[in-house]
């Protein structure tokens, strides 16, 4: 079982900066890599930042050079700054973790999924 929190939310103005966090926990053994998705009304959810262990982090194209995606290790937590936010970035954010598990006798891999947040960007 693993469970992701999310926080940071909220409304901001055009121009403005929010720092979303997520904090995983569980039995878990590895995480292989954690993100950040989001979805707003009437569109699919789609990625917009990935950090892979020991790999290059992903962003999608519409947030680079305003959004930056960090990782605590040591707190299975991962961070998403976002910067000069835009109208269009209102959606809910959803954390997404890559993890490998055992419990019992039982190798598991899976992703995991939080509950969401809401960002409303609006003057």
């Known amino acids: 079982q693993v469970q992701l929190v999310e926080s940071g939310g909220g409304l901001v103005q055009p121009g403005g900066s929010l720092r979303l966090s997520c904090a995983a926990s569980?039995?878990?053994?590895?995480?292989?890599?954690m993100g950040w998705y989001r979805q707003a009304p009437g569109k699919q959810r789609e990625l917009v930042a990935n950090s892979p262990s020991g790999r290059s982090t992903i962003y999608a194209d519409s947030v680079k050079g305003r959004f930056t995606i960090s990782r605590d290790n040591a707190k299975n937590t991962v961070y998403l700054q976002m910067n000069s936010l835009k109208p269009e970035d209102t959606a809910v954010y959803y954390c997404?973790?890559?993890?490998?598990?055992?419990?019992?006798?039982?190798?598991?891999?899976?992703?995991?999924w939080g509950q969401g947040t809401q960002v409303t960007v609006s003057s």
């Open positions: 569980g039995s878990i053994i590895s995480i292989n890599a």
């Open positions: 997404n973790a890559d993890v490998t598990t055992y419990t019992g006798s039982t190798w598991d891999r899976f992703d995991s």
